[in-house]
Each structure stands twice: as structure tokens, then as C-alpha cells.
């Protein structure tokens, strides 16, 4: 069915007059009774009856009215949706990142993004999780961009380094070791430890600092995420292991860096090579890029 059919259809039920449809649609009116009789015949049905010189709307042109008067404005709002969605100063984000961004680095980011594009209207759809699911949500189109660590294996993913972290040692105010301003691996040997899970691709990084320095740890308990883990070392379950943020300032613990130097875990922007970005996701990713550490 042929859409400017269609819309000139709905202009001459409106009018019910072929001259001054012919002029709203800058078209001569020999041409609109040409499509309007193609549309009759498409449809086996007459749309329009003689009263006289002038015509009216048929039973069944009112009744398909309605149904062309609710499809063409659906058209029309998904063109004036989507011509949002990409344009540069307009248009949603859909943006993740892992649970330990969320306190700081996003927002300022976000933050610094909006302040720079004064007058833009972007809206953000952020999500959480851990970098192989945020990875898998890549690609898969659920997301634009991501802020994650490494993970190897992904020749789909390009990968931009944005920061670095510390790691360093967390406590609960009261343990013996929050009287220290740093800390040595040997200082927590006995230490029983909060620390991420198997899945974490940050676990792998502690597992190797404990073979490397010799140390069997004892794990009271393994998590999925950041926050839990601050949590119960707060609830004096153990000592942890993880990269500094301020998220560690939102609770009652004790931040102690190491004294020998260690592997820092590094932040990076992740988005699938190649593929299409809307205007404004484009603009923000060259922000970002313009800040990372290449």
C-alpha cells in the first residue's frame, strides 16, 4: 500500500474537496484522483461518494479512517523519535559500567559531558555489572558504550584505557591494622579475607599476589561486587583486597595502600569495533577520548 496514497487520503476526508487537497498537497488534482482511485481499487472499495459537485466520506472510507489517521501519526512520531535519537545534541545514551564507577566516575563524567554540551538534551540509560556481562550486553546492542576492565578474548571489543587505580587494603576500624598508614602482603598473611569471586575478572589478579608472595589465603567470604564487599569488611568479616575508589569512603573501614608496588588496575572505555553509533553517542565517545590516558 502506497504511503503518500495513504496521506493524501487523509487530506481529502478532511477537506472533502479534491481542489483544495490537490493545493494543501502541492500536487495537481488530476494526480489525486489518480491515487485516490488506486487506492479504491487496491482496496475493492469505494472511499468517497458523489453529494452533487462535491464529495463525502463512504461508510467504509470513515471506517478506514480511523485506521490510517492512527497509523500515519505512529509513522510520523517514530520519524520526530528518531531524528532524537540522532541528532547530535539530543538522543539517548545507553551507557554501562562496572559497579565501582557509579559513586564518582560516571557522574563527573556525565557531569563534565552535559557542562561542555550547555543547551544539548541527552538523556543517559545507564546500567551496572560485572565487565563480562557488560561485555556479552555490547554485543548484543544492549549498550552504547562501557566503562569496564580488560578482558581478554574479545576481538570484537575495542578497548581505550581511561585511569588507573591503586589497589589497596581495606579494614574494619577496629582491626589491629587500622593503626598502620600502609601495609606489606606479609602484614595480612593471617588475615582472614572478603574477597570477589571466581567469576570476578579481578580475582585472578589476587590469586596471583598470593602465590607470588607465598600466601595460602583463608576466604570467609566471596562476592560478586564492590559494595558487598565493603560491606563485610565494615561487618568485621575480614580484611579485602581491591582497587581503590571512593565508594570506600561512604563507609566506616580503613583504606591502607601497599608499600611495595603493585599491578594498578586500569579503567577502560569499551564499545564493538565497527559498528554504526548514533551522532551523540559518537560525540560523547570522542569526549571521553579526548580524556584518556592515550
Not at 167 to 176: A, G, L, Q
Amino acid at each position: 500500500m502506497n504511503l503518500k496514497h495513504l496521506q493524501y487520503f487523509r487530506v481529502l476526508a478532511k477537506t472533502q474537496h479534491y481542489t483544495k487537497a490537490a493545493a494543501q498537497l502541492y500536487i495537481t488534482q488530476p494526480s489525486l484522483s489518480q491515487a485516490i482511485g488506486e487506492l479504491e481499487k487496491e482496496l475493492s472499495i469505494k472511499l468517497f461518494e458523489k453529494v452533487g459537485r462535491n464529495i463525502k466520506l463512504s461508510k467504509y472510507g470513515q471506517y478506514f479512517l480511523t485506521y490510517v489517521e492512527n497509523g500515519l501519526e505512529e509513522l510520523e512520531k517514530g520519524e520526530r523519535n528518531l531524528q532524537k535519537l540522532t541528532n547530535a545534541n539530543t538522543g539517548i545514551i545507553d551507557l554501562a559500567f562496572i559497579f565501582s564507577l557509579g559513586a564518582d566516575f560516571v557522574p563527573s563524567i556525565i557531569q563534565s559531558f552535559m557542562e561542555a554540551n550547555e543547551g544539548g538534551q541527552v538523556t543517559f540509560s545507564c546500567i551496572q555489572g560485572t565487565t563480562q556481562n557488560i561485555i556479552q550486553g555490547l554485543k548484543e546492542e544492549n549498550y552504547d558504550l562501557a566503562f569496564c576492565t580488560y578482558a581478554e578474548h574479545e576481538p570484537e571489543i575495542d578497548f581505550i584505557p581511561l585511569m588507573k587505580r591503586d589497589i589497596v587494603v581495606i579494614t574494619h576500624k577496629d582491626h589491629p591494622l587500622a593503626s598502620k598508614d600502609s601495609v606489606e602482603l606479609k602484614d595480612i598473611a593471617e588475615e582472614k579475607f572478603v574477597c570477589f569471586n571466581k567469576k570476578s575478572l579481578f580475582r585472578p589478579v589476587i590469586d596471583q599476589l598470593f602465590s607470588d608472595a607465598g600466601i595460602t589465603p583463608y576466604i570467609s567470604c566471596e562476592v560478586a561486587e564492590d559494595t558487598a564487599l565493603v560491606g563485610l569488611v565494615a561487618a568485621k568479616q575480614g580484611v579485602g583486597i581491591l582497587p581503590r575508589s571512593s565508594t570506600l569512603d561512604l563507609f566506616d573501614i580503613k583504606v591502607l595502600p601497599f608499600q611495595e608496588p603493585l599491578p594498578e588496575q586500569i579503567i577502560y572505555m569499551a564499545s564493538v569495533k565497527n559498528r554504526y553509533l548514533s551522532p551523540v553517542v559518537e560525540k560523547f565517545k570522542s569526549f571521553i577520548e579526548r580524556n584518556s590516558l592515550n
